[in-house]
């Protein structure tokens, strides 16, 4: 563990808690992709139910991937259960199968071990890179966004921005290199690019998240 | 077998 990893772990549990908070102080889900929620529900139990028959890596680790597992399926039933009416699926359009299909070939092709649980694994490094795009398609085709709901975004792109100085850290003191993740995080810190320049030019400024025409 | 040398991370 080092301060990077670390910190970029507790962005990330801090993005879902801002999430939670959106949605129970304004009662309403109103600018959060349904389907960028439920592909996280996929990352997180294809990655983590190695908890079931991998070896313990430690008691943070456990916790941590219950945690995400846990809020991550409570998420989703705020939004399709408790304030279901404010969900509106008419602008939540980016085709899955354009995120959910690359995944599965990338993970047939390029993974460590060519078994049922290494396969699934890769297959949820590849769908946590591409599962924020439903949710940054939703905010482009709304043009703005609430506050609170960018703040959650740059939690979530901070957690990935903290991991790849995480990766240059353990290549230079374990020797690590793991090329599967480290590209997969790139280009999943690479799509926020265009969000976090909007992020720091206005939303930190007090202005509101709004998109160039 | 062989694992991604990242495996223990989240």
Redesign the interface.
């Known amino acids: 563990m080092n301060i990077f990893r670390l910190f970029g772990d507790l962005s990330h549990l801090a993005s879902i808690l801002i999430l939670i908070h959106k949605i129970q102080t304004s009662r309403s889900c109103r600018g959060i992709s349904f389907k960028t929620q439920a592909l996280y529900v996929a990352v997180f139990v294809t990655r983590y139910l190695d908890l079931l028959y991998a070896e313990h890596v430690s008691i943070y680790n456990t916790f941590m991937k219950l945690f995400f597992i846990g809020s991550s399926c409570y998420i989703l039933y705020l939004m399709k259960v408790r304030f279901r009416p404010t969900q509106d699926p008419s602008i939540d359009t980016f085709r899955l199968e354009y995120l959910l299909g690359p995944s599965v070939v990338l993970a047939l092709i390029f993974n460590y071990t060519f078994s049922f649980t290494e396969v699934l694994w890769a297959f949820s490094i590849y769908l946590e890179a591409l599962a924020i795009l439903p949710q940054l398609f939703m905010l482009q085709r709304t043009g703005e966004a609430e506050a609170i709901t960018t703040h959650y975004l740059a939690a979530l792109g901070a957690y990935r921005a903290l991991y790849i100085p995480n990766w240059l850290y353990r290549y230079f003191s374990e020797g690590t290199v793991d090329p599967i993740a480290v590209v997969a995080g790139i280009v999943q810190t690479g799509l926020y690019v265009d969000f976090f320049y909007i992020y720091f030019t206005k939303v930190l400024r007090g202005q509101k998240f709004e998109l160039p025409a | 077998?062989?694992?991604?040398?990242?495996?223990?991370?989240?």
């Not at chain 2, 077998?1 to 989240?10: A, V």
Request: hydrophobic share 10%; proline share 10%; charged share 40%.
């Open positions: 077998n062989k694992r991604s040398p990242t495996h223990d991370e989240l």
